[in-house]
């Protein structure tokens, strides 16, 4: 077998996600099984402080080598890297991304991958123009538990799917956890609200249920039908949004599908992050399947069929493993010791479109992106939301 190839990351920010994602990266892929590539960390940015990001780099234990920069205009003309992840707000996403390509980098780019669908078609149109390689970081669609998903749909187990019943919703009583109106989830200045944040993942799952297992050639967007409710605290954000989604299908395919996408800021899909009701239900004339909460990083599902069949089954989050020492989370939060938190498997694959030299990702092409932005920007535009117009805009550069 090949030795594996070394794929060298840029990381374009230093907060939450940014520290998650790349703790992860720095696990061994052979830990998962994966033996075609390697990571390594070559350079982190900060916007505020080069200090920010050299102690960045020390909390996830990067190379001693690896490079601290004070901008990201100076990360994205470091010559040694082959990939930049974008990790800052999605007000930001457009303008962050679009210095990279148009400084010959490569994006894996964090959720949501932009305010509105207009600006995600001038990505991958700047993409396609630079030969680049560019993707949405919807780290749950590489998932083996969503690649399982998928394949149970495509192998008929439940018959064609009739609807989809998706929810992503945490009680974050947002007046107390954000009572200064400044973090990204409320803050209209950051594209904040239910809707990007959370309710991405509430389409994801619908998406890549009804979307992605139909053949390519028999794909059709699906009309929209939305109810958006207004966080009162900060006027421009949704606290909580439901949409109604018709697939159109052919009647061999089993005709229209429907789908209900729901995401709040105030209730959540299971309380007290108790997973015992699944948040995501995919339901077909022979049965249905479910997936337990978080919708963003499942490890649960169960297949239940009409003839009384039930199969469920647990994923492993694989990582440096017990005695390791390592642990990983997110927002406080706290994974097992040595259990990975499931962000490698898209730079997994991000790193093997570059060493392939493929220009988008396997599991959600630019095109279903900016589809799915679309349904979002139908959706505000059904709920009268608007952010302001420095991040809407299209315009680049636009200083933020
Ligand atoms: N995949 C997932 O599971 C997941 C989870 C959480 C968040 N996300 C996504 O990741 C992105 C970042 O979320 P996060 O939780 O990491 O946020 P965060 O902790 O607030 O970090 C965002 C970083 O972006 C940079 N930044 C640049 N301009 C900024 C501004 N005006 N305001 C705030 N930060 C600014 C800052 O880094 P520097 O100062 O170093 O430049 C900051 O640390 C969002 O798009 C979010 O939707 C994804």
Avoid at 196 to 203: N, R
Avoid at 381 to 392: A, C, F, N, S, T
Wanted: net charge negative; with cysteine; glycine share 10%.
């Amino acid at each position: 077998m090949a030795p594996p190839k070394t794929v060298r990351w840029g990381i374009l920010a230093t907060g939450g996600i940014a520290q998650t994602f790349t703790k992860d990266l720095l696990v061994d892929p052979k830990t998962r099984g994966v033996e075609n590539i390697k990571h390594t960390v070559v350079a982190a940015a900060s916007s505020s402080s080069r200090p920010r990001a050299e102690q960045f780099l020390k909390d996830v234990g990067a190379p001693s080598d690896a490079k601290a920069y004070g901008s990201y205009e100076d990360l994205v003309k470091d010559s040694d890297i082959d990939i930049i992840y974008v990790a800052t707000p999605h007000s930001h996403h457009y303008q962050n991304a679009m210095l990279c390509l148009e400084n010959g980098k490569n994006v894996l780019c964090e959720k949501a991958f932009t305010v509105n669908a207009a600006q995600a078609q001038a990505l991958a149109d700047k993409a396609k123009e630079q030969n680049l390689f560019l993707m949405e970081a919807v780290w749950t669609r590489y998932f083996p538990l969503s690649i399982y998903v998928r394949d149970l749909i495509t192998s008929g187990r439940i018959g064609p799917v009739a609807r989809v019943l998706s929810d992503n919703s945490m009680a974050l009583n947002p007046e107390e956890s954000f009572s200064d109106g400044k973090h990204r989830m409320v803050n209209p200045d950051l594209a904040g609200g239910a809707l990007l944040d959370l309710g991405i993942y509430s389409l994801t799952w619908v998406f890549q249920t009804l979307y992605l297992t139909q053949p390519e050639d028999s794909r059709k967007p699906p009309k929209v039908l939305a109810a958006m409710k207004g966080y009162a605290a900060t006027g421009a954000a949704d606290e909580m949004t439901t949409i109604v989604l018709s697939f159109p299908r052919s009647a061999e395919a089993g005709g229209d599908a429907h789908a209900v996408a729901t995401t709040s800021l105030r209730v959540a899909t299971t309380p007290g992050g108790n997973g015992d009701a699944p948040g995501i239900r995919i339901q077909g004339p022979k049965g249905e399947i479910q997936v337990f909460p978080p919708a963003f990083r499942p490890t649960h599902t169960k297949l239940i069929l009409s003839d009384g069949t039930v199969e469920e089954k647990h994923f492993a989050q694989p990582g440096p493993g017990k005695g390791s020492g390592w642990k990983n989370g997110f927002g406080g939060g706290s994974n097992a010791e040595g259990e990975g938190h499931g962000m490698f498997w898209e730079a997994d694959e991000a790193a093997t479109a570059f060493v392939d030299g493929r220009k988008e990702g396997k599991y959600e092409s630019l095109a279903e992106s900016i589809l799915i932005m679309g349904v979002m920007d139908e959706a505000r535009r059904q709920g009268g939301l608007k952010y302001p117009e420095h991040i809407e805009t299209t315009k680049y550069p636009v200083q933020l």
